[in-house]
């Protein structure tokens, strides 16, 4: 689990069970205190173990949020996966709402989502993935998304694809933001106009062109 916050990797189902405990306890307080008040004193307390035992799975709470932030992109590609399987001929613009709605979905529902998504979600935050693989401007939710766009949902290639996924990445980021910043549902004209922009971006990209006349 390299990069992934966690100190020393669970084995035992009881030591797995009280991970995801921590975890749990975590991103319910991220939404009843926010990011700044949180501390692993009170996420041992909540999760009723000993704050030792965060420390000893964590490496404190840098830990915790990086090993939240990916178990949130897993439980995302799950809800991807589970969309995706009931859309024969999905296409690039009909994915990218998949995924709006489903990141919709989780901020509504998943604790903690609206504070930690994947980084710390106030204008700025700092990511808490790690770094991605790629050299033209991936990162690791670009390259996972894209690996399961083209490796499990069937979408065709894109051009420059992880620069292109960085992008709507970001533009998606910062509408929901926008979306959520006032109401714990979101307003659901920003999420349409993130739908709209992010439609059209990929449609753009994945048009058809005409051959050039021969001469």
């Keep these: 689990m390299e990069s992934s916050g966690v100190r020393r990797k669970p084995v035992q189902q009881r030591s797995i069970e009280r991970v995801e405990r921590i975890l749990d306890a975590c991103a319910e307080l991220l939404d009843e205190v926010g990011f700044d008040a949180l501390t692993t004193a009170e996420v041992a307390r ?8 965060v420390y000893q799975f964590f490496d404190g709470r840098p830990g915790m949020m ?49 504070v930690v998504d994947f980084a710390d979600t ?4 700092a990511s808490f993935l790690p770094p991605g693989q790629v050299l ?19 979408l065709p290639p894109l051009p420059d694809p992880y620069r292109v ?31 709209i922009l992010l439609t059209a971006y990929f449609a753009q990209l994945t048009r058809h062109r005409p051959a050039a006349p021969s001469r």
């Design 66 to 114: 990086r090993a939240l932030a990916l178990r949130n992109l897993d439980l995302l590609l799950v809800r991807l996966r589970r969309r995706t399987d009931d859309e024969p001929g999905l296409t690039w613009p009909r994915a990218a709402e998949i995924v709006i709605e489903e990141t919709v979905g989780m901020r509504r529902t998943v604790p903690g989502f609206t």
């Design 165 to 195: 996924m960085r992008l709507a990445i970001e533009t998606t980021g910062i509408a929901l933001r926008l979306a959520f910043q006032n109401s714990r549902d979101g307003d659901p004209a920003m999420i349409e106009q993130a739908r």
């Design 122 to 125: 106030r204008a700025g935050g």
């Design 46 to 53: 909540r999760a009723g173990v000993p704050a030792a035992t």
């Design 136 to 154: 033209e401007g991936g990162d690791i939710l670009a390259e996972r998304l894209y690996d399961f766009a083209t490796g499990q949902a069937g």
